[in-house]
């Protein structure tokens, strides 16, 4: 069965400061995502990775693939406020279905 | 561009009330969609797979009577809730994925029943 751990499940930050979300995965996986969740919304797509060393960035926001670590990070960079949010990933195998970590719940204090 | 369009948005119910979610894919033909439900806080939790013109495939726990999938046509899945109780309540969420992928979903659908 796939699992897939994100940590820290929670993470509160300074404005300013760099931090790193984990995701490990167990088993070989197509495709890893990496969304964005506001309160009361749905899920907001940030990144698709693909292939082993994959590495995407788009503003403050980078994310990694080590397909041989079964590991993805993302990695914030002089986090603003508007970045807090709910960050998930989840990776998909067989037939497309996709399983999601648990999510860390990112607060930006001023 | 392509859109997974969920509708409604919100719903209150009574129980023992039947409730229908849509979701649709626009630009796109979906032969597969996945339906989520997501409790407060929580990680979204895979309740079925619908396959366009067969039946659904539902993980482990999820009852097949209680949460009724049909996937009519390329663009149009619907899972109705039949006869909700307060426990049903929850964030519904689909998803569908076109050619690239991307994994898109839908709105979501926030599900109270009283």
């Known amino acids: 069965e796939l699992k897939v751990e994100q940590n820290p499940l929670f993470l509160s930050m300074q404005e300013g400061k760099n931090y790193t979300i984990y995701c490990n995965y167990s088993?070989?996986?197509?495709?890893l995502y990496w969304y964005r969740q506001d309160p009361g919304k749905s899920l907001e797509s940030l990144f698709v990775?693909?292939?082993?060393?994959a590495v995407k960035q788009e503003g403050r926001l980078m994310a990694s693939l080590d397909t041989k670590a079964r590991l993805s990070t993302l990695h914030i960079t002089a986090a603003v406020h508007d970045l807090s949010a709910t960050y998930f990933c989840a990776v998909t195998y067989n037939n497309n279905d996709m399983r999601f970590g648990a999510g860390t719940r990112l607060t930006v204090k001023p | 561009g392509a859109v997974v369009s969920q509708h409604p948005s919100r719903v209150i119910c009574k129980s023992g009330t039947s409730v229908k979610i849509e979701c649709r894919s626009l630009d796109f033909q979906a032969t597969t969609m996945f339906w989520y439900r997501q409790f407060p806080k929580q990680s979204l939790m895979l309740m079925a797979t619908?396959?366009?013109?067969?039946?659904?495939?539902?993980e482990q726990g999820v009852e097949k009577d209680k949460f009724l999938i049909n996937h009519a046509s390329l663009t149009l899945s619907t899972l109705t809730v039949t006869s909700a109780h307060p426990e049903d309540s929850s964030f519904y969420i689909c998803s569908a994925s076109p050619r690239v992928p991307v994994g898109l979903f839908g709105q979501g659908t926030r599900l109270t029943v009283v």
């Open positions: 990775l693909l292939s082993n060393g």
């Open positions: 088993t070989t996986s197509d495709r």
């Open positions: 619908s396959n366009e013109g067969s039946k659904a495939t539902y």
